[in-house]
């Protein structure tokens, strides 16, 4: 459901593109890493997913959980809540595992928040938190990675200004582009792990912001 939504709504909100590297594929049982910039990226990463034919699960913070209609659409989806700093934490993981092992494709977005800058622009990945090396360890999922750019000119900074953009975004139909890099295979320790995912990611973030631009 909220891939089709995102198909019906994000183009409406922007211009589209999807690119893909040179021998790139997305195949069942897949980690896919994203960077976070804005509240209407995941929007933006479902609606190029769905152009791909790939409806995935998506880790996201458990509030949203807490709204009446999204929560039997995010049940319905298998996706999975992140209670963030609580004693719940690991089970996020633990779904996310179950999920792989069933053949689904997996969203994990490993900054684990939105940058504090309130302008519109677009920046590198901020540091990745352990999360997403921990659950590769755990399953031996393959990473790819995935850069998006774009969806601040749509929702940024300030609850009002965020609205404002939402409102006029149909007008200025700002440019969104989502590239989806090669697969990685993660090795060494969480820490030479995150490295690795953290340098496959901006890469990848660094030629969908090249695309946006242009």
């Known amino acids: 459901m909220l891939s089709t939504v995102a198909r019906t709504v994000v183009p409406a909100l922007g211009r589209l593109r999807v690119s893909t590297e040179d021998g790139a594929g997305i195949a069942p049982g897949s980690v896919l890493a994203a960077n976070h910039s804005s509240l209407a990226d995941p929007g933006v990463v479902l609606a190029a997913l769905d152009r ?38 690991a089970e996020a993981l633990e779904a996310a595992a179950e999920a792989l092992a069933a053949g689904r494709v997996v969203v994990i977005y490993p900054e684990g928040r939105l940058p504090r800058r309130v302008d519109a622009a677009d920046s590198a990945p901020g540091p990745f938190r352990t999360g997403l090396a921990r659950l590769v360890a755990a399953t031996g999922a393959p990473v790819v990675p995935l850069g998006q750019a774009g969806s601040r000119r749509i929702s940024s900074g300030s609850t009002a200004k965020q609205l404002a953009g939402l409102a006029t975004a149909p007008l200025r139909r700002p440019v969104l582009h989502v590239h989806v890099g090669a697969p990685v295979r993660l090795t060494g320790d969480v820490t030479a792990a995150t490295a690795q995912a953290h340098a496959a990611v901006t890469a990848a973030w660094r030629t969908a912001s090249r695309a946006a631009a242009r």
Not at 57 to 63: E, I, N
């Open 52 to 89: 791909l034919g790939v409806r995935p699960v998506v880790l996201a913070t458990a509030g949203l959980w807490r709204i009446p209609v999204l929560r039997g659409a995010l049940v319905r989806g298998g996706h999975v809540p992140v209670h963030r700093g609580s004693e719940r934490a």
